[in-house]
């Protein structure tokens, strides 16, 4: 493509009838911001920092709905659950996936209608839930923490499934794990929605076949699960078990910002097509913490019956999905298809998640840098830095600290979601304090809102604190109900100590034209950008500061806005 104009106009397709279009001629003088260029020809593709527009939006529910479950394709699940049965046994784990995923899903579901609704990812919406323009970085840093961790993880799964299949050492298989991403992920949107697509029956059938083929083949295997009471033998019910293991799986609660990063771009909700839109958003937004749970439990399933029925001394890698499968597998066809099989379903979720992990991390780390510095290096270069901090955890050996590092890093996702949860819930429905359309554009809001920032600081340090036992032994396995329980309360506390004041910085964007259709869908209007001489959809704009020669009114996309760092271009605070 030999310019952004072109690129443009190949991704967001010129206005259809109806749409309107307003600013200056395209033939207009632009301010030559040169970031600003860079940033949208880059971003386009996967629209990086900014709302996605209607024109791009062309996918079904459903294939959106494909895509983002196949990113939960991940085999972390079962050694997840594995790891708190051999622990704590399977009573007490199986309550605790239970109480997790209750957890996980009625927080993830007001995060996931808020992005299908107005079409943003979930750093856009945690900036207007109450943390403010800038206040969400922290979050954003957060989440990328949460996209290398899994990614090492998988990829350590990977490597494990190389070297037991193939004989490479497992050094070697954490490097081609890493590499073998880096062409998937570089395309965005379009590569990862036809590559979730397309390898999800195979996943699916390589799954789902060893397990039903064990509930048939050996019934008796499922006394022996509910029977296993860990490796102590002490493992009947008790709650600070419980909770200790739901804290592990509640590690997961980022999931949601994954799913949202596909849920962005679902088509506009109308009479017509409501029902499969919410079966589609509350399948693969909260929905998918029932599949990730059905995988712990089968995972865990699957290790019992490999340490009880075949060899007691196969809990040294009963944690390891590739012997999970392998085992089940053997009983089933000959060794040399059952190795096949068994590695090409390790790669196969490798892949699937993993160029999930790799997306959303270089998304949240592009955002979180150009709001700084305002400067776009690139997506690109962020998807290294994710996969290089990944590959460091990996040769680090991190698989086997998984429960510390998963209980620990809890505490900080369930501090982050719960307080954007709450917000959204109480907030902005019950409360009426925090504005209900949100808000992500520089000039409308505030630099910082302590009304998120501050729930999810002291949410996340008391929880932290309690987790490395600091208020003593007691109280320790219970640090992800601090979590959650601090960071649910303190959104409307301080919210109504602050009325609410600094949620927004000005109420009026300088447009006149509605934000939303008939049928309360973002807006197809389109309107140019002054900066870059393109052309937006409304809700990505607002009036620019600077006017045009004549005195008319310009208009700015929020991604110049990103990268502008003189401030001139941003209106001033509405008294």
Known sequence: MSNDKETTQLLEPPAQPGA??????????????????????????????????????????????????????????????ANIGIAYGTVNAIFGILVAAVIIFATGFPLAYYAARYNIDLDLITRGSGFGYYGSVVTNVIFATFTFIFFALEGSIMAQGLEVGLGIPQWLGYAASTVIIIPLVIYGMNTLAKLQVWTT??????????????LISHPESINTFFAYTGESGDGGPNLASVMLAAG????????????????????????????????????AGPGWVIFGAIKQIVGLFIAIYLIATLDPAASATANEPVHQFLGVYREMMPAWLAMTLAVVLVVISQIKINVTNAYSGS??????FTRITKTYPGRMVFVVVNLAI????????????????LGFYANCAMAWVVTVASDIAINKYLLKISPKVPEFRRGMLFAVNP????????????????????FG???????????????????????????????????????????????????????????????????????????????????????????????????????
């Not at 600013?23 to 900014?50: F, M, Q, V």
């Not at 990996?394 to 600290?401: H, Q, V, Y």
């Not at 009304?451 to 600091?470: E, K, Q, Y």
Request: aromatic letters at 10%.
């Open 20 to 81: 309107a279009v307003v600013g200056n001629s395209p033939g207009a003088t632009t301010a030559g911001n040169a970031a600003a260029l860079n940033a949208t020809k880059e971003s386009l593709e996967d629209y990086t920092l900014r709302f996605a527009p209607r024109s791009y939006r062309k996918w079904s529910a459903g294939v959106v709905a494909t895509s983002a479950l196949g990113g939960i394709a991940y085999l972390a699940d079962f050694s997840i659950g």
């Open 201 to 214: 029956p195979l996943w699916l059938l390589l799954m789902v076949v060893p397990v039903g083929y064990l």
């Open 248 to 283: 592990v799986c509640l590690s997961l609660m980022a999931q949601i910002a994954e799913q949202i990063d596909y849920l962005r771009f679902m088509p506009p909700r109308t009479e017509a097509n409501k029902g499969a839109w919410w079966r589609a958003v509350i399948l």
């Open 363 to 368: 998304l949240a780390w592009t955002n979180s």
């Open 390 to 405: 990944a590959l460091v955890l990996m040769e680090a050996n991190m698989f086997d600290f998984l429960n510390t590092i």
């Open 451 to 470: 009304v998120g920032f501050v729930s999810m600081l002291v949410s996340a340090g008391i929880s932290i604190a309690v987790f490395f036992g600091a």
């Open 473 to 575: 032994s007691a109280i320790q396995p219970f640090s992800p109900i601090f979590a959650v329980g601090l960071a649910l309360v303190l959104p409307p506390v301080l919210a109504l100590a602050t009325r609410g004041r600094y949620y927004l910085r000005r109420t009026d964007d300088g447009i006149d034209l509605p934000m939303f259709d008939a049928d309360g869908n973002p807006s197809d209007a389109k309107l140019l950008c002054h900066v870059t001489g393109i052309e937006f959809e409304r809700p990505d704009m607002v009036r620019s500061a600077k006017d045009a020669p004549d005195g008319g009114p310009q208009y700015v996309s929020s991604l110049a806005l990103s990268t502008d760092k003189t401030g001139e271009l941003v209106l001033p605070p509405q008294k």
